[in-house]
């Protein structure tokens, strides 16, 4: 036993009762020796305690054996291991994962899309390359099967689509659109000048402020949705409008109101509601409002006026009443001296209600002065005239023009003639075309 002990003490210390101890044979009786992948090394004491006595006796009948006190042990003291370690504790690095070689060999492998570009483990594609979902592209748009600049990505790429009744959206096609939104909920709240409500994605007015007694062919009434007031809004010149007057062409709008280039288009106009006071009125002609004469088997003169104003005025022979004298030479209504010194044609344009005895027993003319004669344009009739409603009359007076011209209109009446109504004049005119102002 105290030999066993004496060789594990040297070993220990590195040597042997005949010398040093040579390491590469290794540890020696009572050691095993253990080494780990960290190239750390373990070493593990073995103590093998045997105490056997054997007390043998020859009994003369047969052989006994009587085995006491067998003890064996194995104990395992200390294990020491030692590692080496880099990292410093208070430090913890990301980790990056580089693509794999695949993604850089030229070829489409793996789960790429395109070449060296898609799916799960290369970088993402660029415009015009293949793809099968968005994310296989750098701009996160894949259309048919290839990479696009898509116009959005989230729905806060749409939101120049919302308002009061929509929302913007970004479909699937990684393009925008605008979806009803708020059905019901009152919309352009701050308009004073209506109410509306959202109804499937449009503002649907309600009610409305009216302003459209500020319309006019140059203008247009508004309602200004700030104080909920109407305003006369002027429509851009050179606006297309019609002026009214039936002498002149071309008009238009200026600065709100309605011009034509020919300015009046006349050269002298008449509708009595304020007469010249160069007319000469002849026997039984007056001016005044009309007024209906009594019903006769020749007519009545007229109740209104030709002229579309609130004076009712024109002139006539006994207004309201009928030429009751037997018999009278010409009585007539002569115009003013007019300018008639102006290029080009010049037309008379006349509107009449006549009721009259068939000719030569009533003689009802129209005659124009030419500067030394009086002209007659019209003259009759061989049948009754009864007219129902007013007549225009439009008569070439070129020829007659000189530096001034006139015009009469006149009635003579024979014994034997009825009683009639006669003349009722309104709106003459001369101008360069046959025409009403």
Do not use: M
Not at 69 to 77: A, G, P, V, Y
Not at 242 to 257: F, I, L, P, R, S
Not at 270 to 282: I, M, Q, R, T, Y
């Amino acid at each position: 036993a105290f030999r066993v002990l004496s060789a594990v003490a040297l070993a220990l210390a590195g040597v042997s009762a005949c010398g040093p101890v040579d390491q590469s044979v290794g540890p020696g009786p009572g050691f095993v020796q253990t080494t780990t992948g960290d190239d750390s090394t373990s070493l593990t004491e073995t103590t093998t305690e045997t105490d056997s006595e054997t007390d043998t006796d020859t009994d003369p009948t047969g052989t006994a054996s009587d085995t006491e006190d067998t003890d064996t042990s194995t104990t395992t003291d200390e294990t020491e291991t030692e590692t080496d370690t880099d990292t410093d504790p208070t430090t913890t690095s990301p980790v990056t994962t580089e693509p794999p070689d695949s993604c850089d060999d030229g070829e489409q492998n793996q789960d790429e899309t395109d070449i060296d570009c898609g799916g799960t483990l290369c970088p993402a594609c660029g415009l015009g390359e293949s793809c099968e979902i968005h994310e296989d592209c750098e701009l996160l748009g894949c259309i048919d099967g290839v990479c696009i600049d898509p116009i959005c990505v989230t729905d806060d790429d749409c939101d120049h689509l919302n308002d009061d009744c929509s929302v913007g959206v970004c479909l699937p096609d990684r393009t925008c659109a605008a979806y009803p939104a708020n059905d019901g909920q009152p919309c352009d709240v701050e308009n004073l000048c209506s109410d509306s409500l959202c109804s499937d994605g449009a503002c649907e007015l309600l009610t409305a402020i009216d302003c459209s007694f500020f319309d006019d062919q140059c203008t247009v009434g508004v309602c200004d949705p700030e104080d909920g007031l109407c305003y006369n809004n002027v429509l851009a010149d050179d606006t297309p409008c019609d002026d009214g007057n039936g002498c002149t062409e071309g008009d238009a709008c200026q600065a709100g109101a309605c011009v034509s280039p020919d300015g009046d288009g006349f050269y002298f106009s008449e509708d009595f509601s304020s007469p010249d006071p160069e007319w000469k009125l002849g026997p039984l002609w007056e001016f005044g409002a009309a007024v209906a004469s009594p019903p006769s088997f020749l007519g009545q003169d007229p109740a209104e006026d030709h002229t579309d104003t609130d004076d009712n005025k024109l002139a006539g022979v006994v207004i309201g009443g009928v030429d009751d004298i037997v018999a009278h030479p010409d009585y007539c209504l002569t115009s003013p001296s007019i300018l008639a010194d102006v290029p080009g044609e010049l037309w008379l344009t006349f509107w009449r209600h006549l009721h009259a005895d068939l000719a030569p027993k009533v003689i009802s003319r129209v005659d124009v002065w030419n500067g030394n004669a009086w002209i007659t344009v019209d003259e009759g009739y061989e049948q009754i005239v009864n007219d129902a409603e007013w007549k225009e009359f439009n008569f070439d007076v070129t020829a007659y023009k000189g530096t001034k011209i006139l015009v009469r209109f006149c009635v003579r009446r024979q014994l034997g003639s009825a009683n009639h109504p006669s003349w009722s004049v309104d709106d003459v005119t001369f101008a360069p075309k046959a025409c009403t102002p």
